[in-house]
């Protein structure tokens, strides 16, 4: 039985279409990303999957229950963790206050030094949320969630402006907490996130899931391994036509202030680029190479191109 499960979903807001009949199925013990543009429609649907706002129709389904109300809401609340986006803790509560106040929620808990001890926040037991940094707010943020010993877990873009340590200590909680056979549903921008945590991932775009998949799988759906990227500062661009025929191009997509290209044998695309380039008397301010990612298959489905097709 998937941990999470919803058929048809629709969520409007007057005209807008938030969610526009989504399907979903996310399998016990899975770490699930959500990804996609602002607006796409993933705080909402984590939202309706969280019991938070109702849908307009659809069914949903978590851990084999729905939220009718009542004793099943009940029960199932003690089951789940969540952290909202934007959580807002008291101030001038310590965070050992706060984890205490967050266990009295629940039938049972974790203690307050197992949950420190999860997030690593034991140091900061005595101080006040008000002077916590970034990081260790949203590592208190989600010790909150996982005070009750959930089974499953909502992470809402739960290292959304965090420096790059905080980041990956965020991603150490995260691991441990999926380690141990829990289940996780994750929205995110960062796609080295999605690609260091989830075993699939979904990409929305206006209310749709529009690709799905292991991130491996997507990466690959590319067609190639690698990705050029290149900028002029003067002279004649060549043609989307000149650049797809070049040897190993695979794809090209321009950009206002680049075009990226996607290919299978670098060491003959760039060359043949650049000599496509110095016969049109075009000089080079950007030219750079990376492995095809995550961030590209979003690019490439949710970009300019797309929506203009």
Not at 13 to 28: E, S
Request: aromatic letters at 4%; glycine letters at 10%; hydrophobic letters at 45%.
């Amino acid at each position: 039985m998937p941990a999470i499960r919803c058929t048809g979903l629709v969520k409007r807001y007057g005209d807008v279409l938030a969610v526009a009949g989504l399907d979903l199925a996310v399998a016990a013990g899975e770490c699930f990303g959500l990804l996609g543009p602002n607006g796409a429609g993933k705080t909402t649907t984590i939202e309706i999957l969280e019991g938070l706002t109702p849908p307009d129709a659809g069914d949903v389904e978590i851990l084999g229950l729905h939220w009718t109300g009542g004793a099943e809401t009940r029960a199932l609340r003690e089951r789940l963790g969540i952290q909202l986006q934007d959580t807002q803790l008291a101030d001038k509560l310590t965070v050992e206050e706060t984890v205490r106040l967050f266990r009295s929620f629940y039938r049972s808990s974790h203690t307050v030094d197992e949950v420190l001890a999860l997030v690593e926040l034991e140091e900061k037991r005595t101080a006040w949320v008000g002077k916590l940094s970034g990081g260790q707010k949203q590592r208190l943020a989600v010790a909150c969630a996982l005070v009750s010993r959930p089974e499953l877990l909502f992470l809402d873009e739960p290292t959304t402006g965090l420096d790059p340590q905080s980041r990956r200590q965020l991603w150490d909680v995260i691991g441990r907490f999926r380690a141990a056979g829990g289940t996780i549903l994750l929205t995110t921008h960062y796609m080295e996130e999605a690609e260091r945590l989830c075993d699939r991932v979904a990409i929305m775009d206006h209310g749709k899931i529009i690709a799905l998949g292991t991130p491996g799988s997507l990466i690959a759906s590319l067609g190639a391994e690698h990705v050029v990227e290149f900028a002029l500062a003067d002279g004649a661009a060549p043609t989307v036509d000149e650049l797809a025929a070049l040897p190993g191009v695979r794809a090209v997509r321009p950009a206002p202030d680049r075009t990226a290209l996607t290919v299978a044998e670098v060491h003959r695309a760039v060359p043949a680029l650049l000599a496509l380039l110095e016969r049109r008397g075009a000089a080079l301010s950007l030219l750079a190479t990376h492995h095809a990612t995550l961030e590209d298959v979003f690019v490439t489905l949710t970009g300019r191109q797309l929506r203009d097709a």
